[in-house]
């Protein structure tokens, strides 16, 4: 679906930011892209729809490589749905529905198509009611969920999102993953950044993490964070749960058998079980 085959990428000051990285994300998966600040992860999805181009490597979408002409940029972004890290790079209309209309009209659609879209897509973020305001008068928060609107807008078949909780509420949080979830079931591919280690258990299929542009751990949620070295090596740490679940097995003699819970539902079975209740 969206594949990032060795990309090497070096901005103008001479800064290597990717260094023979290579990320794949599935038909219908949902990948999270761990690292932290500097890592190369935003860097590495400017390279999914084109805004950057690889010095070495090259970026597959639907198993062909972009074009990095006007009707090859095109295409792609008509496929491949970029959210920033940033809502204030994205969002640049006089008001929040021309924001969210400003793709679909791109594409051609009717007016009736565009206002039905602008009108669904705002109401998935929940943030139906702003279509009047100016979005340099939204809170950062509102900001980042109208961003997601317009991509939404456009219906990708894949959505890469650069942090797409950070600034968000925890309900705001909580909505935005909701609706991802419900897109991936929808049949939308979605890799997203973040930092939110005790979130992406929740929804990640598979995790790849970064360090200093380059992939030094790929596999599922429990293999990625069953290797706690690699996990604190990169300078993130595991889910609060597995953490309490690591300090009872260290402290209390509590084994875990390498396993630790990920998410609160897992670790209530866990306890469950050892409590033998
Ligand atoms: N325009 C630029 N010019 C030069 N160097 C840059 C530029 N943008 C980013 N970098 C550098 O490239 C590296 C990767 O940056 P990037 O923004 O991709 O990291 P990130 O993983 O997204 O971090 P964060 O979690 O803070 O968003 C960093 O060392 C950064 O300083
Ligand atoms: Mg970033």
């Known amino acids: 679906m969206l594949e990032a085959n060795h990309i090497v990428y ?6 290597k930011a990717l260094n023979d990285v290579t990320v794949k994300v599935n038909d219908n998966e949902i990948v999270a892209l761990l690292g932290k600040n500097g890592a190369g992860k935003s860097t590495l999805f400017l390279h999914f729809n084109g805004i950057f181009k690889p010095d070495k490597g090259e ?11 006007n009707k090859g940029l095109l295409n792609v972004r008509s496929k491949v749905g970029v959210v920033f890290q940033n809502p ?6 006089p008001t929040v529905q021309e924001d969210v209309a400003f793709g679909p009209l791109n594409l051609g659609l009717s007016q009736e198509e565009v206002e ?4 669904e897509s705002l109401k998935k973020v929940g943030m139906s009611g702003f279509e009047r305001k100016p979005p ?3 809170s950062g928060g509102q900001k980042k969920r109208v961003a997601i609107a317009g991509v939404l807008a456009m219906k990708p078949k894949i959505m890469v999102l650069d942090e797409p909780t950070s600034g968000l509420d925890p309900k705001g949080a909580s ?3 909701k609706l991802l979830y419900k897109l ?8 997203i950044s973040t930092h ?27 293999e990625v964070f069953s290797d706690v070295k690699t996990i604190r090596d990169a300078n993130l740490r595991l889910p609060r749960i597995a953490h309490l679940a690591e300090i009872l097995e260290k402290e209390d003699s509590i084994d875990f058998e390498g396993e630790y819970p990920l998410t609160i539902s897992q670790a209530r079975n866990q306890f469950l079980e050892k409590l033998d209740l």
């Open 175 to 177: 909505l935005v993953l």
């Open 10 to 15: 070096k901005y103008e000051d001479g800064t």
């Open 88 to 93: 204030d790079d994205q969002l640049f209309a």
């Open 136 to 138: 340099h008068h939204l």
């Open 59 to 69: 970026v597959l979408v639907e198993g062909k490589p972009i074009k990095y002409n």
């Open 196 to 222: 939110d280690v005790d979130l992406v258990p929740l929804y990640a299929n598979r995790l790849y993490v970064i360090k200093e542009g380059q992939i030094i751990k790929e596999g599922t949620p429990s």
């Open 184 to 191: 991936n079931s929808e049949g939308i591919s979605i890799i």
């Open 116 to 119: 039905n879209r602008v009108k």
